[in-house]
């Protein structure tokens, strides 16, 4: 059994899809704990002639020799071990994640604590390659006396603010009673996600249907209208059939580079603006 590092928990607005594919989702909502992140294996020696017990961290395979004494230290190590021996009689290969505390919280604020505990938030199944419901994982923590993260909620959402609305709700009850956050896990499709009280709250953003941009002003239309009389000569412009693409098609140059709104009456402009307004200076009448 290799080790799995664990699910990279994202806020709701950083998921894939922005929160969508947990519409329809049974969710499970449990607080999330201050401490690090720890969990446990038991895997074959290098000779395979026994079973070791190993410790990974967060993000390290080889938990370092600190994290391992703090872990053993707790009274959670025994129960754990068990349960992990115990379930390779049954050829059950899991990976322990648990939340392993101190006595000073590393963000404050959870209270100081007398001992550390190492707090069980998820179960890996390395042969069905998923994590188990938090039904399965808390029958087996209760079994072994194993302490798990506390189960807030459970719902499903049928709209995005259903999902907010409840995330705001249980966001106040962890400042009440001193929690970093909040996980939610829709176990059938592994989407996993936090919620932290230390963030600010997501803003809700009206996207308008379209940005209006200014009316492009008389200055810009005057240069646009002689940019394509530069084109189409003097000859073209009196024929309305060559003239009026190019005016049409100038005007929006004009408006794309300058961030302007194109005026409609494109032809009524062509027709009222004088030829004088627009033939270059040094040119005389051909």
Known sequence: MSWHKYYELEAIRRLRCDGRELLGEYIVITEKRDGENVSLTLEPSIDRSCFEFKVHSHNLEVASPDIVKRFMDTPEFDKASLFLNDETQYDSHYILYGELMKTVCPTRIEPNKKHCHWILFDIYDTVQNQYLSYSA?????????????RQLDTFIPATMDDINNKVSEWLKWCKRHRREGIVGKAYRNQVFFKEKIDLPEKIKIVKPDR??????????????????????GEKGWKDVKIAMPEVAKQIANEGREHLYTPPHN?????????IEQIRPKNIGVL
């Open 137 to 149: 994982i808390y029958q087996k923590a209760y079994h072994y006396k194993i302490p798990i993260v």
């Open 211 to 232: 940005v209006q941009l200014p009316s492009m002003p008389e200055e810009t239309i005057l240069r646009a209208l002689q940019h394509a009389y530069d084109v189409v």
């Open 266 to 274: 494109m032809f009524a402009i062509y027709k009222t603006t004088s």
